[in-house]
C-alpha cells in the first residue's frame, strides 16, 4: 500500500491562533530563535491501489472538496516515499 | 483596489494624500467596485470638496454598504423609537451598540441580536463563530459583564446535503467559540425549511449585566485623550468582508464576491472581556467602542462623531500581522478581537498596564483633538481627512419603492381548511408522531448538548426550557429570563402579523418561565431591498412590530437588519426574529416546564379556535403554506403573562409551557418528556380532537397545578378573565388522549428524540 | 481556622469562580492563585479549574503546565498537597506527569455537555472521602476533549491499585477507556475527572448538589492531617 | 530564513476518531480505494537563525517536549527545502 499525504494549512493572509499561542509560548519555555510558528493539519492516506495520476488527481479533488476549506486553508498533496516503504 | 489609488511604494510616493487628491480630481476611482452607487460617490465628493482619497473612499464605502448605515431600513426602523411605549426601565435606548434595560437593585442589563448570515454560508464554522464574537463585544462595549449567549438559526431542508455541511459546521462554530469564551448558552432556535437553501440565517444574542454607575457609552470626549487599540493584530483578513458580504446577494458567476472570512480567536476574546472590565472598574475608560464590520473605520469615525471634538490618528502604529498592509486595507480589515479605547492621558500606563496583565497588545493610535476633523495619517502624510459625522451618521437615506406582491391574495385564500385531516384515533396518534419527529418540532438536544450551559455557575433555566433564566444576584436571587422566537412561515402569509406573532411567542415564552417582560431586540432577516415585495414584506414587520411593542409595553431596545437573503429570485421567508428580555425578583420562584409529579393537574389556558394557517401540522402533513397565520390578540397575551408570573410569584404552578408552533399536543409532549411522567388528557365536550390537539391559536399555555392551589389559581384566572379549562391529570408512562390514543412515553421520546441525530450525527 | 483553598486562574480558565463559589459553600476559604505567580499564598490544597487554559490551542492544558504556579503546584503535589484538577485541570495533571495517561478527542468529535451519573470507585482520597465508595452521582459533565487513554498497562496499574476513582455510569459520553472519569496518582493526593462537581453545588443551578462533597471533603482531610 | 516542519501523529495503537470520521465520509462523497485515513499535525516553524545541528536539536528538544505529548503521539523533524527556497 502507497501513503499519499495531504498537508493543510491556513492561508498566509489568515489569522493562525493555534500557532500564535504556541509561539507566545517559546519564550517561556526557554526555546528562542523562532520566528513565526503556523499550526496545520496533516492527513496520511493509505491508498489501496497504485499511486498513479489518477490516483492522486483523486486524492487533489478530495484534498480541494473535503480536507481543507479552500475560503481559508491551502493544501498541497504528495506520495510520501521512504516512511511509506519502511512501514 | 489598483492603481494610484490603492498602492503605496515601500516609502509612501504613490500615496494618495489628501494634497495628492486635491491636485489630482480626475483620477479614475474603483468606486463601484467597493459597493458605491454614482450619486452616492458624487455626494462623497460634494461632502469634501474634492475627490476622496483611497483611504477615504475605502471609509465612506464601508461605512455608508448598507450592512453598516441601514440606508434601506433607516427609515422603517424609525417607528421603534416613534411608536416606542414608555418604559422607566429603559436607561439608554436604541441608537447605541445594545441598549440597557433597569432590572432593579442597582443592576442594569444590555442585550442585543444581531445576524452573521452570510458568512456562516461560506464558512460555517468561522463565520458562527465570529458572529458570537461580534455579538459578545458590543456588549462588553457597554461596560457590561457578558453572562450568556443565544443562537436562533434557520437552515435548508433538513435532507438536504448542503444542510449536513452548514448545520454541523454553524453549531460547531457557535460552540466552539462561547464554550470557549465561558458564556452559557441558553436558548435559540432551529428551523429548517428550503427557502433557507442557500441563505442560512444565523443570529446571536449575547446580553450582559453591569451596575448603573458602569454604563459606558461609545464616544471620544476631551481633547488630549489617547486613542487606543488593543487586542488581536490587524491582517488582511475579511477586508470589507461583513458589510461587502452582508450588503450584496450572493451571484455565483461573481465568486470576487465572496472574500475570505475571518478566524476567529475565542482565547483573545475572553482576555479582552477581562482586561476591558477591570479597566473599567479602574475608572480609566473615557469611551469605548468595539471593532466590527468595517473596523477601524467605523470605530474611529463613530468614537470621533459621537464626541465633542475631532480625532487624529497615526495608522502606521497599528500593531499588524501582515506588514505589507495598505492604508486602505487596515482602514477596512475586519480582523477580530479588537477593541478601541479613549482614555485620559493621566490614565494610559495604568491601561496598558492592565493590557499586559490579560498579555493583551495594546497601543495608542491617536488623540481626541479640539477640531471638528478626524484625520488619519500614514508615513507621516494625511490620507484621511474628514468630518467623521459624514462618514458615521449622514449616509445615504433611501426610501425604497416597495408594493405588496402580486401573489399574496392567492396564497392567503389558498385556505388550509381544504387540506385531508386525521379522521380516527389512529390517525391522530400517526399525526402526533409525524409531527414530532419531523425536523422543525423534533428535540435539539443534539445540537444543545453541544453548548455549555453550566458555566459561571448561574444558569437557572436552559434548553429546552421555554426560556433561559440566569441568575444576576446570589444573594436576592435577581434573575433574567430571554426568549427569542420566529416564525416565517408566519410572516410569509402576513409580515405584519408575523412581527405581531413574533414578539407574543417571545412574549409568552417569558412569561412562561415567571419572568416579567421589559423589553426587545430584535434581528429582521429578509431579502433584497431592491425587491419592491421584499421591501414591502421588512416595510409591514417593522410597522408591525413597532405596533405591538407599543401595545405591550416593551421597547426595542436595539437589534440588527439582515437584508439580500436571497438567492437570484428566491427571497427568504421574511423572518423577524425577536428576542424578550424578561426580569424576576427571586429566581427561586422560577416555573420549569416539565411534569414531575403524578397527580399534578393539567390546565389549558386561553381559547382554541380552527388556526391552520402556516401551521406546522399543515407542512409536515401536507408541505403545505396557505391562508392567514393565527390571529394575535395582544391584550390576551398580556393578560395570559399576568397570569403566569402571579402563579409563580405565589407557587401555584408547578410547571408551565407556552403553546406555539406544533399546538397544544407538541406541547404536551414536551411537558411530558422533560419531567418523564404521562399524562391523561380529555377532549373537552363538543370539541373537535384534531383542532385542540393541533391547532396553533395564540395566547395559550398549558399549566401544572398542584391539587392544594386548584381553588386559587382558577379563582384567579376568574377574576381576571382568562380562560382556564382542565383538560387532564398527570399520570402514568403515557401520552393518553382520552378515547383517542395512548403513546408511551418511550415511543414518543424515541420519535422526537432520534430525529436531529439520524440527520446529522 | 478554616481551609485554604486555592483555585488557580490561567488565561483562559473558566470555571475558576465556579470552583472558588464552591469552596466557599463547602466552608472552605477560596484564594485565588495567578498563573503568573509561583506563590501559594499559604495555601492547604488547590483546584485547577474548568476552561480552556491559553486557548488549549496546541494540547488541552500543554501549555498551562510550563506556567510559573504550576512549578509550585507540581512541587507541592508532590510533597503531598492535595490537588484537584477538573475537567481542563485533569488535562494539566496529565501533561504535567502528576497523572498518568492522556485526554484526547472525544470519539464522536463533537463538544458534550450533559448531566452525567458516575460511580465514586474510591473514597479514600483526600476529594471523595465524604462519599462511600460505590456511591453513584450525577453532575454535569463538558468538554469536547475528554476521552481518557492510556496504554494496558498504565490501566491495569490503575485499576489494581484502585487509582480509578470514578467511572461513567449509563453512558460513557467520550469513549474513554474502561469508562475511566477520573483517577489518582500513587499517593492518592492528586485527583483528576472530567465532570465538573462544582457546577453541582446549588439546587437552582446544577442537576443537583451531588459535587459538594468534594469541597467538604478537602476540609475535613486538612482537620484530620492536622488534628 | 529556514522553515523546519514538525509533523506530529497520534501513535498507531491509539484510535483516531478524526481520521476515522474522514474515512467514513468518504464513499458519501464517492471516493473509494482508501484503505486508511489518519489526521495529526503540521507545525511550520520559520528559524531565525541557519538550520545546523544546534538548531534541529533545538526543535527536536521542543517537538519532545511541547509539540507533542509523546505518550500517544510521535513525531517527526526535518528541514524544508524546496519551499522554504521559494519563500
Ligand atoms: N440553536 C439553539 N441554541 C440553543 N437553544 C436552542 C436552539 N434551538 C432550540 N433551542 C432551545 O430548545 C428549546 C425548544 O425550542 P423551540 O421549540 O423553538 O421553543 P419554543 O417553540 O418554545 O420557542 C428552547 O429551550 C430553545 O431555546
Ligand atoms: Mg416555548
Redesign the pocket.
Known amino acids: 500500500m502507497a501513503r499519499v499525504v495531504v498537508d493543510v494549512m491556513l492561508k498566509p493572509e489568515i489569522l493562525d491562533p493555534q500557532g500564535q499561542a504556541v509561539q507566545r509560548a517559546l519564550p517561556r519555555l526557554g526555546f528562542g530563535g523562532i520566528a513565526d510558528v503556523r499550526q496545520g493539519k496533516r492527513f496520511e492516506l493509505e491508498l489501496e491501489g497504485p499511486v498513479d495520476d489518477a490516483a492522486l488527481a483523486g486524492v487533489r479533488e478530495l484534498a480541494e472538496t473535503f480536507l481543507a476549506n479552500t475560503v481559508i486553508e491551502n493544501f498541497t498533496v504528495r506520495v510520501e516515499e521512504s516512511e511509506g516503504a519502511s512501514a | 483596489m489598483s492603481g494610484e489609488n490603492g498602492k503605496n511604494g515601500k516609502n509612501g510616493r504613490n500615496l494618495d494624500t489628501v494634497e495628492h487628491a486635491a491636485r489630482t480630481p480626475d483620477t479614475e476611482q474603483p468606486w463601484a467596485e467597493l459597493g458605491l452607487k454614482r450619486d452616492e460617490y458624487d455626494r462623497v465628493r460634494e461632502i469634501l470638496g474634492r475627490r476622496p482619497t483611497g483611504a477615504e473612499l475605502a471609509m465612506y464605502s464601508v461605512m455608508w454598504s448598507e450592512h453598516c448605515s441601514y440606508k434601506s431600513s433607516k427609515v422603517h426602523l424609525k417607528q421603534f423609537g416613534d411608536k416606542a411605549p414608555h418604559s422607566d426601565a429603559l436607561l439608554v435606548g436604541i441608537g447605541e451598540q445594545a441598549g440597557v434595560v433597569d432590572v432593579g437593585q442597582g443592576y442594569a442589563v444590555t442585550f442585543k441580536v444581531e445576524s452573521h448570515n452570510h458568512p456562516s454560508y461560506v464558512e460555517p464554522y468561522q463565520g458562527a463563530a465570529t458572529g458570537i464574537g461580534g455579538i459578545v463585544r458590543d456588549i462588553i462595549a457597554m461596560g457590561a459583564r457578558p453572562v450568556a449567549v443565544?443562537?436562533?438559526?434557520r437552515f435548508g431542508a433538513a435532507d438536504h446535503p448542503d444542510t449536513k455541511r452548514v448545520l454541523p459546521g454553524v453549531v460547531a462554530g457557535i460552540g466552539g467559540y462561547g464554550n470557549c469564551l465561558g458564556l452559557p448558552?441558553i436558548?435559540?432556535?432551529?428551523v429548517f425549511d428550503s427557502c433557507y437553501q442557500g441563505n442560512p440565517l444565523v443570529n446571536a444574542l449575547c446580553v450582559g449585566v453591569m451596575k448603573h454607575e458602569d454604563i459606558h457609552l461609545a464616544k471620544a470626549a476631551g481633547t488630549g485623550n489617547k486613542v487606543i487599540l488593543y487586542g488581536a493584530r490587524t491582517g488582511g483578513d475579511g477586508i470589507g468582508g461583513a458589510s461587502i458580504l452582508a450588503s450584496e446577494t450572493f451571484d455565483s458567476e461573481k465568486p470576487s464576491k465572496r472574500p475570505a472570512v475571518q478566524v476567529g480567536d475565542p482565547f483573545q476574546e475572553k482576555l479582552l472581556i477581562e482586561c476591558t472590565l477591570e479597566a473599567f472598574h479602574a475608572g480609566l475608560v473615557t469611551g469605548i467602542q468595539d471593532l466590527g464590520a468595517a473596523g477601524l473605520s467605523c470605530a474611529t469615525s463613530e468614537l470621533a462623531s459621537n464626541g465633542s471634538g475631532g480625532m487624529r490618528v497615526e495608522l502606521d502604529d497599528v500593531p499588524l500581522r501582515d506588514s505589507s498592509l495598505s492604508p486602505e486595507e487596515i482602514l477596512m480589515s475586519e480582523s477580530q478581537e479588537r477593541m478601541c479605547a479613549v482614555v485620559e492621558p493621566g490614565k494610559v500606563a495604568d491601561f496598558l498596564a492592565i493590557c499586559e496583565k490579560w498579555e493583551v497588545t495594546a497601543t495608542v493610535i491617536g488623540e481626541v483633538t479640539d477640531g471638528e476633523r478626524l484625520e488619519i495619517y500614514w508615513h507621516g502624510e494625511r490620507v484621511v481627512d474628514v468630518d467623521p459625522r459624514t462618514v458615521a451618521h449622514e449616509g445615504p437615506v433611501y426610501e425604497r419603492p416597495y408594493a405588496r406582491p402580486g401573489w399574496q391574495d392567492a396564497l392567503q385564500a389558498d385556505d388550509p381548511a381544504r387540506l385531508p385531516r386525521p379522521a380516527d384515533g389512529k390517525e391522530l396518534r400517526a399525526a402526533v408522531l409525524a409531527l414530532l419527529s419531523s425536523p422543525n418540532q423534533a428535540a435539539?438536544s443534539w445540537?444543545?448538548d453541544q453548548?455549555d450551559r453550566y458555566v459561571l455557575g448561574d444558569t437557572v433555566l436552559a434548553?429546552?426550557?421555554?426560556g433561559?433564566m440566569i441568575r444576576i444576584d446570589a444573594e436576592t436571587g435577581l434573575g433574567v429570563a430571554l426568549?427569542t422566537?420566529g416564525n416565517g412561515r408566519y410572516a410569509k402569509l402576513d409580515p405584519y402579523e408575523g412581527a405581531r406573532l413574533a414578539l407574543a411567542?417571545a412574549y409568552r415564552?417569558v412569561a412562561a418561565t415567571g419572568a416579567r417582560p421589559l423589553a426587545v431586540t430584535d434581528c429582521l432577516n429578509f431579502g433584497s431591498p431592491e425587491d419592491p415585495a421584499a421591501m414591502w414584506q421588512f416595510a409591514e414587520a417593522c410597522r408591525g412590530l413597532a405596533d405591538a411593542c407599543h401595545q405591550l409595553g416593551t421597547p426595542v431596545t436595539g437589534g440588527n437588519v439582515s437584508l439580500y437573503n436571497q438567492t437570484g429570485e428566491a427571497a427568504v421567508h421574511p423572518t423577524p426574529v425577536v428576542g424578550v428580555l424578561g426580569v424576576i425578583d427571586d429566581v427561586a420562584r422560577r416555573t420549569p416546564m416539565a411534569f414531575r409529579d403524578e397527580g399534578q393537574l393539567i390546565y389549558l389556558l386561553g381559547d382554541t379556535a380552527e388556526e391552520f394557517g402556516g401551521s406546522a401540522w399543515s407542512q409536515v402533513a401536507h408541505g403545505h403554506l396557505g391562508g392567514t397565520p393565527p390571529r394575535v390578540d395582544l391584550e390576551r397575551e398580556r393578560l395570559l403573562g399576568e397570569i403566569l408570573i402571579a402563579a409563580s410569584r405565589d407557587g401555584m404552578a408547578d410547571a408551565a409551557h407556552?403553546i406555539?408552533?406544533g399546538g397544544l399536543v407538541q406541547a404536551l409532549a414536551e411537558s411530558c418528556l422533560r419531567g418523564g411522567k404521562g399524562a391523561r388528557i380529555v377532549v373537552p365536550d363538543g370539541a373537535d380532537p384534531f383542532v385542540f390537539l393541533f391547532s396553533e391559536s395564540q395566547g395559550r399555555a398549558l399549566v401544572a397545578i398542584p391539587r392544594s392551589e386548584e381553588v386559587r389559581f382558577t379563582d384567579m384566572c376568574a377574576a381576571r378573565g382568562m380562560p382556564a379549562a382542565r383538560i387532564g391529570v398527570v399520570d402514568g408512562g403515557s401520552l393518553d388522549v382520552q378515547g383517542q390514543f395512548a403513546l408511551p412515553l418511550s415511543e414518543l421520546r424515541a420519535a422526537h428524540e432520534s430525529t436531529i441525530p439520524e440527520l446529522f450525527g | 481556622m478554616t481551609t485554604r483553598i486555592g483555585v488557580v486562574t490561567f488565561p483562559g480558565s473558566l470555571d475558576d469562580r465556579d470552583a472558588r463559589r464552591a469552596v466557599a459553600l463547602a466552608g472552605g476559604e477560596p484564594v485565588a492563585l495567578w498563573h503568573r505567580d509561583r506563590d501559594l499564598h499559604q495555601v492547604d490544597a488547590v483546584v485547577l479549574p474548568g476552561g480552556f487554559s491559553y486557548g488549549d490551542y496546541l494540547r488541552c492544558g500543554a501549555i498551562a503546565r510550563f506556567s510559573p504556579v504550576m512549578e509550585s503546584v507540581i512541587g507541592q503535589a508532590r510533597a503531598g498537597m492535595p490537588v484537584l484538577g477538573i475537567c481542563n485541570g485533569f488535562q494539566v495533571l496529565c501533561e504535567s506527569h502528576l497523572l498518568p495517561g492522556a485526554l484526547t478527542r472525544n470519539d464522536h468529535l463533537h463538544f458534550v455537555c450533559r448531566d452525567q451519573r458516575l460511580r465514586v470507585e474510591n473514597a479514600a482520597t483526600p476529594w471523595t472521602r465524604d462519599y462511600a465508595a460505590g456511591e453513584e452521582i450525577t453532575v454535569p459533565l463538558k468538554n469536547g476533549e475528554g476521552g481518557y487513554i492510556a496504554d494496558e498497562r498504565t490501566l491495569d496499574e490503575l485499576e489494581s491499585e484502585g487509582r480509578v476513582v470514578f467511572r461513567y455510569l449509563g453512558v460513557n459520553p467520550n469513549g474513554s477507556h474502561r469508562d475511566i472519569a477520573g483517577i489518582t496518582n500513587e499517593a492518592g493526593n492528586v485527583v483528576g475527572l472530567m465532570p465538573h462537581p462544582e457546577h453541582a453545588v446549588e439546587p437552582l443551578t446544577g442537576p443537583t448538589t451531588d459535587g459538594l462533597g468534594f469541597f467538604t471533603s478537602v476540609l475535613e482531610n486538612y482537620l484530620v492531617s492536622n488534628a
Chains 1, 4 share one sequence.
Open positions: 443565544m443562537d436562533p438559526l448558552n436558548g435559540g432556535e432551529v435539539k445540537i444543545t453548548y434548553p429546552p426550557e421555554d433561559g426568549a422566537d411567542e415564552n407556552d406555539s408552533d
